[in-house]
């Protein structure tokens, strides 16, 4: 074996050894991060039970189907509490760090909306356990087919007047 050889093993020797390292340290980071969550968790039930929140359930989960071309997927959907308070019952998803606890950040809405459909509560709340918050999530599903429906009649009851109108002028014109 020439010089070159070596060379090249030993950087594909360095790259699988790289590629190791990281995926370790991608394993170990996703570990501690779901050990935080965990305690903050539990310390959201702490807070939501000062709060006057009665603990329904925890990380409950609803089963459900998607069809795709007839072929059924079994899923689920996973949230982290229900409560209820002044007899209504909510969703609660506990959150951290400054994006997920947005509520405009677009895979917490989608997430809450998801509960929202799916569990149909009374309301959702997000909990901040960074800032100790506790936020009120609605969502108002606006139906694009009635707005569409709506747009359309307008713009033809104006094209209709404006027809209407330009007739009576046209006819004033003849005589």
């Known amino acids: 074996m020439k010089f070159?050889?070596?060379?090249?093993?030993g950087i594909c020797i360095i790259i699988l050894l790289l590629i190791f390292i990281r995926k370790t340290i991608q394993?170990?980071?996703?570990?501690q991060k779901f050990k935080i969550a965990k305690k903050k968790e539990k310390a959201a039930i702490a807070f939501l039970k000062?709060?006057?929140y009665r603990i329904i359930d925890i990380?409950?989960?609803v089963p459900f189907i998607t069809k795709v071309d007839g072929k059924e997927y079994k899923n689920y959907v996973q949230v982290d509490m229900i409560v209820k308070k002044n007899g209504k019952?909510?969703?609660?998803?506990v959150k951290t760090g400054s994006r997920a606890t947005k509520a405009t950040n677009r895979r917490t809405r989608r997430q809450l909306l998801e509960y929202f459909y799916v569990y149909k509560p009374?309301?959702?709340?997000?909990?901040?356990m960074d800032k100790k918050r506790i936020k009120e999530v609605e969502f108002e599903i606006i139906k694009p087919s009635l707005e569409r429906t709506n747009v359309f009649f307008s713009q033809l009851l104006v094209f209709l007047f404006g027809i209407l109108t330009g007739f009576?002028?046209?006819?004033?014109?003849?005589?």
Request: avoid cysteine; proline fraction near 0%; charge should be positive.
């Open 50 to 52: 000062k709060k006057g």
């Open 168 to 175: 009576i002028i046209f006819k004033g014109m003849i005589k």
């Open 89 to 93: 019952e909510y969703i609660a998803e």
């Open 4 to 9: 070159v050889d070596y060379t090249l093993v």
């Open 27 to 31: 394993s170990w980071l996703l570990k």
């Open 122 to 128: 009374d309301g959702v709340l997000l909990i901040d």
């Open 59 to 61: 990380q409950k989960k």
